[in-house]
């Protein structure tokens, strides 16, 4: 049974800032992503698909103390055609006492995907991965993830992940965003740091490049897409 989660964001209070495309504070109204929208558009060729693209948001904190092992999520987000965030399906998760990562999705911005010169509703793929409280990556306790629902096509899906190390010289719980473009081949194209503890940037980027994807459709034919990778990172017990 597929499982969903609507989420209703028309509410969400807060101001946003470090949106790109000259958009610098406060909620972007819809005349602004549909302006950054149509200005992605006008820059590719007519008939080509614009994947969407995340502008502001916020992240998950880092699972609690007696949260022992790897815990994992992977989310298929609903982007409507204003940019925001109408509902998410998790696809994979660790069975944890408080699920951090939904509930920060849910005042994510995106600048909409366009096709056809217009812009639409699509969806795009989240993975969420935390290390356990240790330097290496030796065998853990805690329960395996488990499958909750079947991706669509729309977005691409791991089927290759390669966790993040944590860096030797750190000395703190760290959650870092990176985006990457996923390629007609599944592989990463681009892989960029959105936010996060600079010390960590090196070793999440390692991470990110090594991912492989199914890679995403649209109308039946393959595209790049952009998905997003929330790394966390828990400072090692003695």
């Known amino acids: 049974m597929r499982v969903s989660v609507v989420l209703n964001v028309l509410g969400v209070a ?20 549909t302006h950054l929208a149509t200005r992605g558009a006008a820059q590719t060729p007519i008939g080509a698909f614009i994947p969407a693209r995340r502008l502001s948001g916020s992240l998950p904190a880092v699972p609690p103390p007696n949260v022992l092992g790897w815990t994992e999520e992977r989310l298929e987000v609903v982007v ?19 699920d951090a990562t939904a509930p ?12 056809r010169s217009r812009a639409v509703e699509s969806r795009v793929l989240v993975a969420a991965m935390f290390r356990p409280p240790q330097l290496y990556d030796a065998p853990t306790l805690g329960t395996p993830p488990a499958d909750l629902a079947t991706p ?3 977005i691409p899906f791991p089927v290759e992940s390669r966790p993040p190390r944590y860096p030797p010289l750190a000395v703190s719980d760290a959650v ?18 959105v936010s996060g503890d600079p010390g960590f940037h090196q070793a999440s980027l390692d991470a990110a490049r090594d ?24 400072r090692p017990v003695a």
Do not use: C, K
Not at 110 to 115: K, L, S, T
Not at 211 to 227: G, K, M, Q
């Open 104 to 115: 920060a999705l849910a005042d994510w911005v995106f600048r909409p995907a366009v096709d």
């Open 152 to 154: 669509s096509d729309e």
């Open 176 to 193: 870092v965003l990176v985006e990457v473009l996923v390629g007609l081949d599944g592989r990463v194209r681009e892989a960029r740091i």
């Open 14 to 33: 807060g101001s946003m800032s470090g949106l790109v495309g000259g958009v610098t504070s406060g909620r972007p109204t819809p005349a602004t992503l």
């Open 211 to 234: 991912w492989l994807f199914r890679p995403a459709r649209w109308h039946a034919r393959a595209v790049e897409a952009y998905s997003y990778l929330i790394l966390g990172f828990r």
């Open 80 to 98: 409507d055609a204003t940019g925001r965030v109408q509902g998410l399906t998790p696809l994979r998760a660790t069975s944890i006492p408080a």
